[in-house]
């Protein structure tokens, strides 16, 4: 297995909160056989979760806890520059990455330069979502199988660049994939 697959193995173990063995992986030959193992593997559902909106939750939940501002003022649209203290604003949004429990977090920013997923809620709660989408998952809840097609259809976009795709396409052979 290359660089590239080990890298898009371990996104699948963030991305879902599993351990892949290297027997499994290796058996993940296109990604019918990904989707496949993924939904054998975790609980089943039949309904799908909306992950941003659960995320966007979340940390509307943090910043009330954080800095008791009303839960009414914050909205997907509202720029976190309204929402933390001017001074520290590294110090603050690492704070709120503490009280949300999220240990995936976006930089809030990059030398001088913002990035969008950390200017407004909503930017940090779709990039959470498709970081991380098993945190925003209740125990109950289980894993929709177009949900999981979505999820590795914007994985394989993210980690090999590739948007259009055949699901069983080989890694290897058919995407050139290392």
Same mark, same amino acid.
């Given at each position: 297995?290359?660089?590239?697959?080990?890298?898009?193995?371990?996104?699948?173990?963030?991305?879902?909160?599993? /351990?892949?063995?290297?027997?499994? /992986?290796?058996?993940?030959?296109?990604?019918?056989? &990904? &989707?496949?193992? *993924? @939904?054998?593997?975790?609980?089943?559902?039949? +309904? /799908?979760?909306?992950?941003?909106?659960?995320?966007?939750?979340?940390?509307?939940?943090? &910043? @009330?806890?954080?800095?008791?501002?009303?839960?009414?003022?914050?909205?997907?649209?509202?720029?976190?520059?309204?929402?933390?203290?001017?001074?520290?604003?590294?110090? /603050?949004?690492?704070?709120?990455?503490? @009280?949300?429990?999220?240990?995936?977090?976006?930089?809030?920013? +990059? *030398?001088?330069?913002?990035?969008?997923?950390?200017?407004? &809620?909503?930017?940090?709660?779709?990039? *959470?979502?498709?970081?991380?989408?098993?945190?925003?998952?209740?125990?109950?809840?289980?894993?929709?199988?177009?949900?999981?097609?979505?999820?590795?259809?914007? *994985? @394989?976009?993210?980690?090999?660049?590739?948007?259009?795709?055949?699901?069983?396409?080989?890694?290897?052979?058919?995407?050139?994939?290392?």
């Amino acid at each position: 297995m290359g660089l590239d697959a080990v890298e898009f193995v371990f996104a699948l173990e963030d991305t879902f909160g599993i /351990a892949i063995s290297d027997a499994e /992986a290796t058996a993940m030959e296109t990604p019918r056989l &990904v &989707v496949d193992y *993924l @939904v054998r593997r975790l609980p089943s559902s039949s +309904i /799908a979760t909306c992950h941003t909106q659960q995320a966007f939750y979340r940390l509307r939940t943090a &910043v @009330v806890r954080a800095y008791q501002t009303p839960r009414n003022a914050i909205h997907p649209t509202t720029e976190w520059r309204t929402l933390l203290p001017d001074r520290y604003l590294n110090r /603050a949004w690492g704070q709120l990455q503490r @009280v949300a429990g999220i240990a995936d977090w976006p930089p809030y920013r +990059i *030398l001088w330069w913002q990035p969008p997923v950390s200017q407004t &809620v909503g930017g940090t709660a779709t990039y *959470l979502a498709r970081k991380t989408p098993h945190l925003f998952k209740r125990p109950d809840q289980g894993w929709h199988r177009p949900e999981v097609e979505r999820i590795i259809r914007d *994985l @394989v976009a993210e980690e090999f660049g590739i948007l259009h795709f055949d699901w069983d396409a080989h890694f290897v052979r058919d995407l050139h994939i290392d």
